[in-house]
């Protein structure tokens, strides 16, 4: 069961285009394309006819004709046309999704479309501000979304899974933690003071220690903004003066296609050199080898949780956090739920 009452990431802006892109979000099948004018479009990526997915089909102008017998629809979902008779079936109607496009990402809505409208879409304009270099990126993860937040709210991995780029024994030895945590949201300071430079930031040219932060904000339902960065220590940083080292927010947004399979939209922007795309593109390939770790790491978790479903795990300090974010999950959905069979009647 997934929350429905939010904006999710459905696709990379440069994936949508004249060819029909079919994707399962929250379990249901989708298909995006974009007009001639741009515009990108949503419809349910089944024939009203016999269920044969539209993104088989074709583009015919702004209409997408099912690639099996051929019956045409509108971007609003209606049904213009059955081949080989004049009279279109009541009911061939198909649903259209809510999308905005924002900051190079497109946005689905595959909740109560009367209701998106008034929720905003999770604050990512690091994507294309100016101040920022910026590049993103799509991963297909054989695993519950519940594991990627688990992994990016608890960074205390970073020291046994990442040691070639930005893990070391003092990234869990000396961090001092801080977590707020309210009722809609979760926000993990780490602060890591003194510390030889992980080879990550060895490679961005500190010589000598350094003072290192991660910030981690939570918001459901599945979006984890991560501002971390390092100057040379003792310049300021935990009183605010992080200029002049290395600043780099890494954007997540995780999208379930199922209970155990998930779209990881991820990105990477930094604030040191925003104009330099060989600056942006280095420190890129740092966390894209850094997340390559982690897929293996999730899918082999996943494997392991499906051998031994319903037998008990413990909690350690550094899970205040994931268990936190579970708790608005589980709370949100037990709200949607509520309000679901209340309309019900
Ligand atoms: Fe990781």
Same mark, same amino acid.
Request: net charge negative; proline share 6%; charged share 20%.
């Given at each position: 069961?997934?929350?429905k ?6 696709a990379?802006?440069n ?6 892109l079919?994707?399962?979000l ?14 990108a479009?949503?419809?349910?990526d089944?024939?009203?006819?016999r269920g ?6 074709r ?8 690639g ?6 509108d ?9 080989g ?6 009911g061939?109607?198909i ?25 905003p879409?999770?604050d ?17 993860i054989?695993?519950d979304?519940?594991l990627?937040l688990?992994?990016?709210?608890d ?9 070639g ?5 003092a ?8 977590n707020d945590?309210?009722e ?5 300071? *780490? %602060? ?6 992980? #080879? !990550? ?6 010589? @000598?220690? =350094?003072d290192?932060w991660?910030?981690?904000?939570f918001d ?7 501002y ?8 300021g ?7 002049g ?9 995780i999208t379930?296609?199922s209970?155990?399979?998930c779209?990881y ?10 104009g ?9 390939q ?6 390559m770790?982690?897929?293996?790491v999730?899918?082999t978790?996943? *494997? %392991?949780?499906?051998?031994t479903?319903?037998? #008990? !795990? ?6 205040? @956090?994931? =268990? ?8 949100m959905?037990?709200e ?10």
């Amino acid at each position: 069961m997934f929350l429905k009452n939010h904006w999710y990431v459905a696709a990379l802006s440069n994936e949508v285009g004249r060819v029909p892109l079919g994707r399962v979000l929250l379990d249901e099948p989708v298909v995006m394309f974009r007009t001639g004018n741009g515009e990108a479009i949503a419809l349910e990526d089944r024939c009203s006819h016999r269920g044969y997915p539209l993104h088989k089909g074709r583009l015919i102008g702004d209409s997408l004709q099912c690639g099996y017998h051929g019956l045409l629809f509108d971007c609003s979902g209606s049904c213009l046309k059955v081949p080989g008779q004049t009279q279109v079936p009541p009911g061939a109607r198909i649903r259209t999704y809510p999308l905005i496009e924002r900051w190079g990402w497109v946005w689905i809505w595959m909740g109560d479309a009367a209701r998106a409208n008034d929720t905003p879409i999770t604050d990512f304009h690091w994507l294309d501000d100016p101040g920022w270099g910026a590049k993103s990126e799509l991963l297909y993860i054989k695993c519950d979304y519940r594991l990627i937040l688990d992994n990016l709210l608890d960074l205390s991995h970073l020291t046994f899974v990442h040691p070639g780029t930005i893990g070391s024994a003092a990234n869990v030895e000396k961090a001092r933690v801080q977590n707020d945590l309210t009722e809609k949201s979760a926000v993990i300071t *780490r %602060w890591l003071i003194d510390i030889e430079p992980p #080879p !990550t930031y060895t490679r961005a040219g500190f010589k @000598g220690n =350094i003072d290192r932060w991660q910030i981690l904000r939570f918001d459901p339902p599945t979006f984890v903004n991560l501002y971390a960065g390092a100057v040379d220590t003792g310049t300021g940083a935990p009183q605010g003066n992080r200029r002049g080292g290395v600043g780099l927010r890494n954007l997540n947004a995780i999208t379930p296609e199922s209970a155990t399979t998930c779209h990881y939209f991820w990105a990477i922007a930094q604030d040191r050199a925003p104009g330099d795309s060989s600056a942006t593109e280095s420190m890129f390939q740092e966390i894209h080898q850094t997340f390559m770790e982690d897929w293996e790491v999730l899918e082999t978790q996943q *494997r %392991w949780n499906d051998l031994t479903a319903g037998r #008990p !795990t413990v909690n350690i300090h550094s899970d205040a @956090g994931p =268990i936190h974010a579970r708790r608005i999950i589980d709370r949100m959905l037990a709200e949607e739920e509520l309000a679901r069979r209340r309309q019900a009647g």
